[in-house]
């Protein structure tokens, strides 16, 4: 398929060319082997990822505990609450630290205190390739990559190119999956007939018994005349039966008929061959029925003359006798619904009056089987008659072959592997790319404030190892005496007294309770 062949190849040579400009710097148009060269110096990053103000990373909750106050134990609902958002808040920092983890520190998975397995799916190979669905967001560079590399927009045109594809090849896929659906004109094309008969003489001197008795063959054979298709139809195709009627006198009442009919199980083939025994010329019928597709109908005599049609399909037949209402004016204009019928309507439908409606029912008893194709057929058994071949052309429907290409450039699966492989190699790309730019920001950084940054980071690393472990408060002021003087201490243990009393006379009143009892 032409079409098909050069939405794939475009396809494919999109994808090629954002790979190799990716991992090569070959920019559209450049000759093979040639590199863009790397201008300027590198640029400062916007900030360093981890330094600047100690304050909560983005994405982790404010913390639990305000640090100018410590609060008594809560009950055991309200424990629970807190356990749940701890562990929330343990998953997101996990998440966090796997994002932002800087190179050549120690991550939160590598500490005794807190094992976790954080493995990508892209990092481990028994998840496979297809564990994080690609987006086509994952293929833009960002913003901050585009201002360091300035060649990197030949890469974007690339990819608006490759967007700007893929909308208009799924846009005609749209739009031959709709013509598909509609019902496509069918194309008459000639099926030539060949019948032809070969007589076999009795030999005297044969071995078997078939060569002792004298026979003729009858062949019926065809082929579709300008069959542009690349598959041949078979000749058994365009027919639904086929009965060949000998001389009853010579072959008797039980053997006089040869009879063909399609089942679902029906192998095609390209022709019939009759054999009999016979030393005389033999008369027969041929009668052909073909196999339309939609099927048609022969119509009543009285509505065949009415509506000028012989034979033809149920939609087309409705929609000839619409015509006639309106031409004819027969639509009640009170009631839309109905039809007033004619002297011709009454005498086909018997009613004076007929919703619209009720003509498909009342057509199933005018709808006839169409007739058979009659051909009348000599099996001639004289040696001097040259003439045993004859040939008949018959008008058929075929199909319109535009409808077979245009489904199997929807079935075809042709480079799409290749294309995926691509898009895999772009986008694992484009992460390794990102990944250097996050590398690149960290030594900017660290290269600037060695010590403040150093800071900033041990800061970060700490308000994750609390919500981790599940650390409450602050240990490092916790364990200075001045921490238990402040103004909230006394509240504290007041409530502290408070809960334990209310505890144990609960525990008193129910063992007062049981005594009683």
Aim: proline share 8%.
């Amino acid at each position: 398929m032409a079409t098909e062949e050069t939405a794939g190849g475009a396809r494919k040579a999109t994808k090629s060319k954002l790979f190799e400009f990716l991992v090569h710097g070959v920019r559209p148009g450049m000759p093979s082997g040639a590199r863009m060269p790397h201008q300027g110096a590198p640029m400062g990053p916007p900030g360093p990822p981890y330094g600047g103000s100690p304050a909560v990373r983005p994405g982790l909750p404010s913390p639990v505990m305000e640090p100018s106050r410590k609060r008594p134990a809560p009950s055991q609902q309200v424990q629970q609450q807190q356990q749940q958002q701890q562990q929330q808040q343990q998953q997101q920092a996990v998440q966090n630290r796997a994002r932002k983890k800087p190179v050549g520190f120690p991550g939160a998975n590598e500490m005794p205190a807190r094992q976790m397995d954080m493995r990508e799916p892209q990092s481990d190979p028994t998840l496979g390739s297809n564990a994080k669905r690609r987006k086509m967001a994952d293929k833009i560079l960002p913003q901050r990559i585009r201002e360091l590399v300035p060649e990197s927009q030949a890469y974007m045109d690339l990819l608006a190119f490759e967007r700007k594809l893929d909308q208009t090849i799924m846009r005609k896929r749209v739009d031959i999956q709709e013509a598909l659906k509609r019902p496509m004109k069918q194309q008459k094309r000639k099926l030539r007939l060949y019948i032809s008969n070969t007589f076999n003489p009795a030999r005297p001197d044969a071995d078997d018994s078939d060569g002792s008795i004298a026979s003729w063959e009858l062949r019926v054979e065809g082929k579709l005349l300008d069959d542009p298709g690349k598959q041949k139809k078979k000749f058994s195709s365009f027919f639904k039966s086929l009965v060949i009627e000998l001389d009853k006198d010579l072959y008797g009442p039980d053997n006089h008929l040869v009879e063909w009919h399609r089942t679902a199980t029906t192998q095609e083939t390209d022709g019939f061959q009759v054999k009999r025994p016979g030393d005389v010329s033999v008369r027969c019928t041929l009668l052909l029925m073909l196999d339309y597709q939609p099927p048609q109908f022969k119509l009543d005599p009285r509505l065949a003359r009415l509506l000028g049609i012989h034979t033809q399909t149920r939609s087309c037949i409705i929609q000839a006798l619409w015509q006639y209402v309106k031409t004819n004016k027969l639509q009640d204009s009170h009631d839309k619904e109905y039809i007033n019928c004619d002297k011709y309507f009454q005498q086909i439908f018997d009613c004076p009056r007929l919703k619209f409606s009720e003509i498909p029912q009342r057509l199933t008893n005018l709808l006839l089987p169409p007739d058979p194709i009659v051909i009348n057929h000599v099996i001639s058994v004289d040696p001097n008659d040259q003439k045993k071949t004859a040939c008949y052309d018959i008008d058929v429907e075929v199909e319109d072959p535009l409808k077979s290409q245009m489904s199997s450039f929807l079935l075809s699966t042709a480079n799409q592997q290749e294309i995926a492989t691509l898009d895999n190699k772009i986008h694992e790309t484009i992460e390794s790319i990102n990944q250097l730019k996050i590398q690149r920001d960290f030594m900017l950084s660290f290269s600037r404030d060695p010590k403040g940054y150093i800071q900033d980071w041990l800061k970060s690393q700490s308000r994750d190892l609390k919500l981790m472990t599940d650390v409450v408060g602050n240990p490092e002021e916790e364990r200075r005496a001045a921490f238990y003087h402040e103004p909230w201490s006394q509240e504290a243990v007041s409530r502290y007294f408070y809960c334990k009393i209310q505890q144990r006379r609960q525990e008193l009143e129910q063992a007062l309770a049981v005594r009683n009892t």
